[in-house]
């Protein structure tokens, strides 16, 4: 994978003036991204357009130089991410186009030539990408389908500039870091800001499966793919043949993204869906697969167990790495850094620490599990909703929400009578029509983040209603579908794309240039899973079913049976306490909250004193208060101030000016 | 300081909320999370020794300010009574 960077000038300067005007501001934006690409970072300057690239050579190592260029149309291109039918495309194109390298690059620029803007849904991958046609003076971005790669821009009075990462438009002077209330309020009750939105001022994102286009000084953006979960299910499809079409997919997809230059290896998290991407991967590669794995010193969190039992059985080449409370509170910076988000919960931190153990280990290229409890409907969300529907059904019934303990044994919620957890459910009950019903407790549950606001915080986003915000981004469409189609929806878009994939996903693995690949997230197999019928992902309150039953001709039954095990971290004990580092009690003072503005500073100071106090657990409250305080302090601290880049990495970065 | 005060300060104090009505229900409002009111009950046991059964936990005793005092007194005098 790779960053890119970019940004329009203007047009019939000589290049030595252009060099001279726009040549270290381009260097600046590319050294930024050093981390997606440490092989290589280099800039292009041409007429109306600067481009630049930092590379992590995975293919074609001598060939996929970048930017670029076509030398009879003098189309540029820069590329971060992988088109896995590249190969297939190319044989398909090589009659009509002479290829000069065996470079997936070069696959896209003669896509995009033959084809115009349309070609991008004729791939298969992640990716984000910019292209600038001197023809029609015309810059086009585009963006995976499920939103894997990163992809930023900012609309100034001087131009139009985008980048991989919100920093490099900071580098590039684009923009002065400031946050932005309206992000900060959505991504506090939401996990995530609404697209095209981020917590900076100024800074948009390109929504998910879409694609951009920059000419005549204006910007115009749309959806080139956009899942259609409410897809009339396949009638008379029985589940042999539906799980014989899985296996294939699945499999197509793990066969496609072992495609690279270098060793591909998977992160092995000891529940179904890493396991069993790991058996498929390992009987691929006959034998050689290497996989990774992070184990947590405080047991309730720790899945080591399941991870050497499956590493054992496939003969797997297995690393771990324990991370301690400790190291969670030292690693934060560093994740708030890549992550460029505020969050909700410490479980980034390990992952950054996992992604430097590959990168150790010489390894460029992870494939890994996310996607599968979207597409197949393996969240408690879904079976919650599955439950609060039936609940809404019969509301005078005491038995019916006794259902809900069962989603929830191992949380101590379980503990209480269920009939308190029955109103905590019942929250959007009153209307069942409401599109995101589904997700209405767990945004209220965060949403109580937002009383620790400060007054002037508070009043800056007085207009902003994240649940609002969210609603009037939904497709009309979508309020047609059926309720666990909504949740799915609303899933994919918030917390997939916003926080799983990004802070929690490409940010911790650029961190330390590994490249994440995400067999779930083929959209073959979205759209397959999308036209399931209902029974086959979610039968009863057994969830991803279909996915099980494929699954037990490859994992063994303690896997299969296992209770679903949500991955998090521990965080109180990481911030606050003898083990925390020094940056948190800096931080979380109360002088440090005035300063930042953000958050009342009484509040933070009760909320640390609550608990350094505590003797009992920590509830999910207070720690996703912890979390969002301590992170977006981080942010403040960290991004605020002008970034700089190290003159030497600038100095690094090749340029041509053309 | 007076029940009905105690209470409503340690919410204030423990779930940062700065104004709710004493006939707020805790959990549709998301003024308490579920932890939480597991916290509640250990204060309210600690505070005004008494004993909170498996029986007593649901929502017409525990799921308002209003709700909690009348509870609470009631325990009390039961407790004085026996």
Aim: net charge neutral; with cysteine.
């Amino acid at each position: 994978m790779c960053g890119i960077a970019g940004f329009t000038l203007s047009y019939g300067l000589p290049a030595e003036e252009r060099r001279a005007r726009f040549g270290g501001r381009l260097r600046r934006m590319a050294a930024s991204l050093r981390h997606r690409g440490p092989d290589d970072q280099s800039a292009l300057l041409l007429d109306g357009i600067a481009l630049g690239h930092a590379r992590l050579s995975i293919v074609d190592l001598a060939g996929g130089a970048q930017p670029m260029r076509d030398p009879d149309t003098g189309v540029a291109v820069v590329f971060n991410g992988e088109i896995f039918n590249y190969l297939e495309l190319r044989e398909q194109l090589r009659s009509r186009h002479a290829f000069r390298t065996r470079s997936d690059t070069e696959v896209l620029l003669a896509c995009y030539l033959h084809r115009g803007i349309d070609c991008v849904i004729d791939f298969i991958g992640q990716f984000a990408f910019a292209i600038y046609d001197p023809r029609i003076r015309t810059l086009w971005l585009a963006r995976d389908r499920a939103g894997i790669l990163p992809l930023h821009y900012t609309e100034t009075p001087e131009g139009f500039a985008f980048a991989s990462e919100a920093k490099a438009l900071f580098a590039g002077g684009w923009r002065t870091p400031a946050l932005d209330p309206r992000g900060v309020k959505q991504t506090l009750q939401l996990w995530s800001p609404v697209v095209p939105r981020t917590v900076f001022e100024g800074v948009s994102q390109l929504s998910p499966g879409s694609v951009a286009r920059w000419s005549d000084g204006r910007l115009a953006t749309w959806r080139y793919w956009d899942p259609d979960l409410g897809v009339e299910p396949r009638v008379g499809l029985e589940a042999a043949q539906a799980e014989e079409e899985l296996g294939a997919l699945l499999e197509d997809a793990v066969r496609l993204r072992l495609r690279a230059d270098v060793p591909v290896a998977a992160y092995l998290s000891g529940g179904l869906d890493s396991s069993l991407l790991c058996s498929i991967a390992q009987s691929q590669l006959g034998g050689t697969l290497a996989t990774f794995s992070v184990g947590f010193a405080e047991r309730g969190f720790d899945e080591r167990a399941f991870q050497d039992e499956v590493a054992g059985r496939l003969a797997t080449r297995h690393r771990s790495v324990l991370v301690s409370s400790s190291e969670i509170g030292e690693l934060l910076p560093a994740v708030v850094r890549h992550a460029e988000q505020i969050l909700l919960r410490s479980a980034p931190a390990p992952l950054l620490r996992l992604s430097g153990l590959v990168r150790d280990c010489d390894t460029k290229v992870v494939l890994t599990g996310e996607g599968s409890d979207e597409i197949f409907l393996g969240y408690d969300l879904y079976r919650e909703t599955r439950v609060r529907q039936f609940c809404a059904r019969s509301p005078a019934s005491k038995s019916r929400p006794a259902l809900l303990r069962r989603l929830y044994p191992y949380l101590p919620m379980s503990q209480q009578g269920h009939e308190l957890l029955q109103q905590f459910f019942a929250i959007g009950l009153d209307d069942p029509q409401d599109p995101v019903l589904s997700h209405r407790p767990r945004w209220a549950a965060s949403g109580r983040i937002l009383r620790f606001l400060s007054r002037s915080f508070a009043e800056r986003a007085a207009e902003e209603d994240p649940v609002a915000s969210v609603l009037a981004s939904l497709p009309a469409r979508v309020r047609g579908w059926k309720p666990l189609a909504r949740a799915q929806y609303l899933e994919m878009q918030t917390l997939l794309a916003g926080y799983l994939l990004s802070a929690q996903g490409d940010r911790m693995l650029m961190g330390n240039s590994v490249e994440g690949r995400f067999p779930f997230l083929d959209h073959r197999l979205i759209e397959f899973a999308a036209a399931l019928p209902e029974r086959l992902k979610l039968r009863g309150l057994a969830e991803k079913w279909i996915l099980r039953r494929y699954a037990a001709r490859w994992l063994p039954q303690t896997i299969l049976e296992r209770p679903k095990y949500p991955y998090r971290a521990p965080i109180a004990s990481a911030l606050i306490g003898p083990e925390a580092p020094a940056w948190a009690a800096e931080l979380l003072s109360r002088e440090a909250a005035r300063q930042v503005g953000v958050f009342e500073e009484v509040k933070v100071e009760k909320l640390v004193a609550k608990l350094s106090a505590r003797t009992t657990a920590v509830s999910e409250a207070d720690s996703q208060a912890l979390t969002a305080v301590a992170t977006t302090q981080l942010l403040a601290h960290q991004m605020l101030p002008s970034a700089s880049v190290p003159q030497r990495e600038v100095d690094a970065v090749r340029l041509e000016a053309a | 300081m007076n029940l009905r005060a105690r209470i409503r300060g340690f919410i204030v104090d423990s779930f940062f909320v700065d104004d709710f009505s004493d006939d707020d229900s805790f959990l549709r409002k998301s003024i308490i999370d579920s932890l939480g009111m597991l916290e509640l009950i250990a204060f309210l046991e600690e505070e005004f020794g008494i004993k909170i059964t498996d029986a007593e936990l649901v929502p017409e005793n525990l799921d308002s300010l209003a709700r909690v005092c009348a509870f609470v007194e009631k325990k009390r005098q039961l407790g004085t009574a026996a």
